[in-house]
């Protein structure tokens, strides 16, 4: 457990056994040139929408920065490692401005006019590590260096975020996000690191303030409507934050939060997905830092979880020490003793029958080979996609009717072309398309009269979609899904009604793997080898059935689900009234009728 007197950041303990891939990879790095931004890279996010170029340079510097300071910690006796850091340092000191360009509204940074966002928070925060960790030796070695370093932090981050009260991430308007911790966290390890007296008083008491309100925000079960894992750079970054001082344990909101990741967990690395969160997880994110959280408070079942998806991701080539979870993170986690035990010995987690979300509408079930992921909420979230009333079907833990995610940012992720991203919209969501008309993203667009049904062999869900799709024309869309663990099925049934309700409506699924359509019958190949599901309906209650194939050439989505995503499309008829329902199954033979194609 950190120290929680607020005096100082936890020694470092760096046993060699465990950065020995560290070691090499760092002195491989002196042979590379610095990577280096430029008013081109920054200029890009402006002139063609492009973020990843400039944010790809700063992740490389970031990360050669921490592989340096890493071997530096764990050879003292080689000076070389010391000036790399030293040489690490001054180029962040000399960039122009630590903000990320689509942050700041500029063609061109001002270092007059600091602007305080992530990338900012995190270069102070890598920082603050840098200097706690090896100051003593940086002043005898380089000396002037800690001082340019505090300079610079101080004008860069800690003097807007105490001058300046206007920052949207505060949070002081009622609206907080990920981005309040994530800032917050890195302001209180720089003011420990680099402040003393009055001054680290008045910044971390500030600090503090700002993280509760976040966790006031929290709702009771601790969920996030931001995604899977945008909970560890959400309410993973508060807890980190106040473990440095005070004790977090005794704020219901953040213990109930522990349990968010695995509550979501289908099976392997997959989750079921929502918002702008990936269903596969991204193999950079700190599972130690979720481990500790959970052990802190007790919730064997998402300590279980993180060590086994670290363990799966190790076995599939990530490094056992990773400085992309950021400096402070590593460090941590490399003193930590217990963890490495458990991530050595992680099993398959048992998973709980059911996860409920209140909060988001949101129901996990699980039963032998079938999970269902079913959410309601609204179209005006965090990170928000059109999905009400979506829902992701997993074989064997992998989904197969699908939530597509996100693909990789760019400047229209977060403006007014956000919802011409195919992803984003309703229509690439497994939702209908009420009368032709697509959901709208706003708050009023929202499941209403939604209902749960919990029992020992069946859990449904049920919720009327009409709100979601004004000007369609429908009085009532009710959707209910419903799984059956003694059949071991889902059943997705959709009933309607209204003046032609269903007049060029249309049910849509999106599914990942190969997929064969014949009349009445779908078959997919699910990913990863686990076998194939079968969606079944009655070819009489649709007037057609098609499949519309998305290439993806995105490398973010491609990451997750292969080279292509297929829209299974059932077209209803344009009767008032009507009904379909579809049943998911581990494939078997005798469902639905003679092949279409």
Known sequence: ?????????????????????????????????????????????????????????????????????????????????????????????????????????TLVPDPARPVLDLGAGEVAGQLAWTDHLLGGRLDERWPGLRARLRHEVRVRVLDPFRQRRDWHWLGLEGDVHNWNPWIHGNVLTAALALTDGAERAGLVALAVEGIDRYVAALPADGATDEGFDYWFNG???????????????????????????????????WHASFADSRARAADDLPWHALNAAARAVGNVEAQAHAAFLAAEQERAGRPRVDVRVGLGRVVRELADDEWWAARDRAAAPVQPRRSVLSSLQVLVARSDSLSVGVKGGHDDEHHNHCDVGSVVVALRGVPVVVDPGRPTYTAATFGSGRYGIWTMGSAWHSVPQLGGVDQAPGRSSSAREFALRLEEDVDEVAMDLQDAYPGSGVRSWRRTVRLDRRRDEVLL?????????????????????????????????????????????????????????RELDDDMLRGVWGDRLTRLRLELSAAPDGALDVTCRASAPGCGGSSTR
Do not use: K
């Open 235 to 269: 309410a993973c970054r508060a807890i980190e934050a106040l473990d440095l001082v005070q004790d977090w344990t005794l704020e219901p909101r953040l213990r109930a939060t522990t349990g968010f990741a695995s509550a979501l967990h289908l099976g392997g690395t």
């Open 1 to 105: 457990m950190l120290p929680r007197s607020g005096s100082a950041l936890p020694p470092g303990h760096v046993p060699a056994s465990e950065v020995e891939a560290v070691l090499a990879a760092a002195r491989a790095d002196r042979d590379l040139p610095w990577p280096q931004t430029t008013a081109s890279t920054w200029a890009r996010v402006r002139r063609d929408g492009d973020r990843t170029g400039h944010e790809a340079l700063v992740a490389a510097l970031t990360h050669r920065t921490s592989r340096a300071a890493l071997a530096a910690l764990a050879d003292p006796a080689d000076p070389v490692l010391l000036d790399t850091v030293a040489d690490a340092v001054l180029l962040r000191c000399e960039q122009s401005s630590w903000c990320w360009p689509a942050h700041d509204e």
């Open 493 to 549: 049934s959709d009933r309607w009604s209204g003046a032609d309700a269903g007049a060029a409506s249309a049910v849509h699924l999106v599914l990942a793997g190969a997929v064969q359509l014949t009349t009445g019958r779908a078959v997919v190949e699910a990913l990863d080898g686990a076998g194939a599901l079968e969606l079944c309906w009655d070819p009489s209650s649709v007037v057609g059935a098609g499949l519309d194939v």
